[in-house]
């Protein structure tokens, strides 16, 4: 329900980063995302290896 | 022949129980006392409560699996420990009664040499007057309430399609509720939705949370890398709800709820209210409210349990400040300190304090998160005590060698932002450890290269992965043990 004609400063909703179309691209392109799914889950195992013993 | 008793079928007791019958094998047994007949993958309760999943799709009978596995199970409640045994029982014992519809009520006592306590939370909606689904709210912690949640929300669709305008609050519904990850997820998951079926612009959505800063998580925040810069969660997640057109009120403690109206406190003592046409918001989560009884029959319930009733293990529970708060005050092995055949896994452990800084307002109201124990942790913990018991019974090695903390251990938590193999999101954050060491890491508290959060298709797929990798893990089926927690 955005009021068009308030203009979008001043609140706090107006601060943070919000993505470009490029990185809105990259986050649905599906070969780089295929990429990023083995760099992530390699982290995460990463780290269910190393947090105990 | 030792027994073993488990407390609980969710992801910490259901762990625990598939690695103590491996270890154990037929020689000993491994009882299971939880009150439903179901297994249920928690995280995927987010999907439920968008129509994207079905109940049947989240859940599994226990009793097919347990029988594979030789495992004892009773559909049942536990009520009380007795870890000296009473009067006429040498042995220490569980008392629970039956919740199978056939023996409702049924008093049930079964003895044990080794007993984990795994009964995860009580979703304590009582704290909260008109809190859930039996006042005015909605849940997604338990597939009914995912399903009732989602049922609502398509009458809330209903409206925005003929017109009318509606407020969608989501988030902590408790001044020192935990869990904002689940909340987050959904309030994500909603607002997908709403864009598919091109309502955005007729509804409102509001992120309500006890957090003092967005991305808190309970979790006194994280630092990650994106885009070349390191970046607090803070921003983080406030750039995900501006995306999403999400508006948020933070530092917001819940204290009651009536028809369409939130009543709140806020960390700077003003008293607010919230208007809203559906809201789910967590509520607060205590111990299961199990009793103990010494030999005698007098109430040692102090002993066992914190006064939140979550089990005492072995953590510092001494009294501390924020700046003095140290990932050395974990618990590693989850061993009450009292009866050291007794340990509490998953969520059932008393935490020993915060993680993140606790925060008082003028009138007294503490309003803050709770930690949190996500997955990752409960599994983990599950697994290593089963380790440690088996140890025990088979080698007499009482030495716990199996150990896991909280400061030191990883947490990776996959927000999903939107069910569609090729459209779908999900936030992939993951923390290493998950409670911050500032002397380990004095920068950022964690491992910077551990540490990620990060937008994209790619957790989604993992999301869903994880979904079907669980439950397979969760079903006993080949190679089951080889998927880590
Ligand atoms: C909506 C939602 C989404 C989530 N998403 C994620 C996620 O994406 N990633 C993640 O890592 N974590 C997630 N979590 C957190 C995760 O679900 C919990 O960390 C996990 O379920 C805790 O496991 P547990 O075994 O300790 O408790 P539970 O899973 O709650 O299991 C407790 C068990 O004890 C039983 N029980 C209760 N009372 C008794 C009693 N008196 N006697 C015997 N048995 C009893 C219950 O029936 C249940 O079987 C999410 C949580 C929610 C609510």
Redesign the interface.
């Known amino acids: 329900m955005e009021n068009k004609n308030i203009p979008k400063v001043y609140y706090e909703e107006s601060y943070p980063p919000v993505p470009t179309k490029s990185v809105k691209f990259w986050r649905s392109c599906v070969l780089w995302q295929t990429y990023r799914f083995f760099v992530l889950n390699f982290k995460v195992m990463k780290i269910v290896a190393f947090g105990h013993n | 022949m030792a027994t073993v008793v488990v407390l609980g079928a969710g992801i910490a007791g259901h762990t625990a129980t598939a690695f103590l019958k491996k270890e154990l094998g037929k020689e000993h047994d491994v009882i299971v006392i939880s009150p439903s007949p179901y297994y249920q993958w928690i995280p995927s309760n987010i999907w439920v409560g968008v129509g994207r999943m079905k109940v049947d799709q989240v859940r599994f009978p226990l009793e097919k699996v347990y029988k594979k596995w030789g495992v004892i199970f009773h559909q049942a409640k536990a009520l009380s420990i007795h870890p000296n045994g009473d009067e006429n029982t040498v042995k220490p014992f569980v008392m629970a009664e039956y919740t199978k519809e056939d023996k409702a009520g049924v008093p049930l006592k079964v003895e044990f040499d080794f007993l984990v306590n795994a009964t995860g939370p009580k979703l304590n909606f009582e704290a909260t007057e008109g809190l859930g689904p039996n006042g005015f709210t909605s849940s997604v912690c338990a597939y009914s309430h995912a399903t009732d949640a989602w049922e609502k929300l398509q009458q809330v669709f209903k409206k925005l399609e003929n017109g009318e ?1 509606q407020k969608i609050v989501i988030g902590t519904g408790h001044p020192m509720a935990t869990c904002q990850g689940a909340a987050f997820e959904y309030i994500l998951n909603v607002a997908y939705e709403l864009k598919q079926r091109k309502l955005s ?4 959505l509001f992120w309500l949370t006890n957090e003092y800063e967005l991305g808190d998580f309970g979790m006194s925040g994280a630092y990650v890398r994106r ?1 070349g810069y390191i970046t607090s969660t803070k ?1 983080f997640a ?2 995900v ?3 999403n ?4 009120i933070k530092r917001a403690g819940v204290k009651k709820v009536e028809d369409g109206l939130i009543h709140y406190e806020t960390l700077a003592g003003e008293y607010k209210t919230q208007e809203f046409d559906f809201a789910m918001l967590i509520p607060s989560f205590a111990g299961a409210g199990l009793k103990a009884y010494d030999k005698l029959g007098e109430d040692i319930t102090s002993v066992l349990f914190a006064p939140n009733g979550f089990m005492k293990v072995d953590a510092d529970y001494s009294p501390k400040t924020y700046e003095e708060f140290n990932i050395k005050d974990w618990p590693e092995t989850y061993q009450n300190p009292g009866y050291k055949n007794i340990f509490a896994v998953g969520i059932a452990f008393a935490p020993p304090h915060p993680i993140s800084k606790p925060q008082t307002n003028p009138n007294g109201t503490s309003i803050f998160p709770t930690p949190p124990r996500t997955g ?1 942790p409960s599994g ?1 913990t599950g ?2 005590t089963a380790q440690n018991i088996a140890a025990w019974i088979l080698k007499g090695d009482d030495s716990l060698k ?3 903390s909280m400061g ?5 938590c996959i927000v999903s932002a939107g069910f569609n193999l ?2 779908g ?1 999900a936030a ?1 954050m ?1 923390v ?2 998950i409670v911050p060491d500032w002397e380990k890491y004095p920068d950022y508290g964690r491992d910077i290269n ?1 540490t ?1 959060g ?6 989604h ?2 999301k869903l992965m994880l979904h079907y990798m669980f439950i397979h893990k969760a079903k006993g089926y080949p190679f089951w043990w080889l998927i ?2």
């Open positions: 305008k612009d007729k509804a409102e885009n921003i406030e750039s709800l501006a995306e057109n999400v508006k948020w990752m983990v697994k290593i199996h150990r896991a030191k251990m990883g947490a990776a090729f459209k999101q992939t993951t290493n450890p551990y990620v990060e937008i994209g298709l790619a957790g797929w993992m880590p927690e």
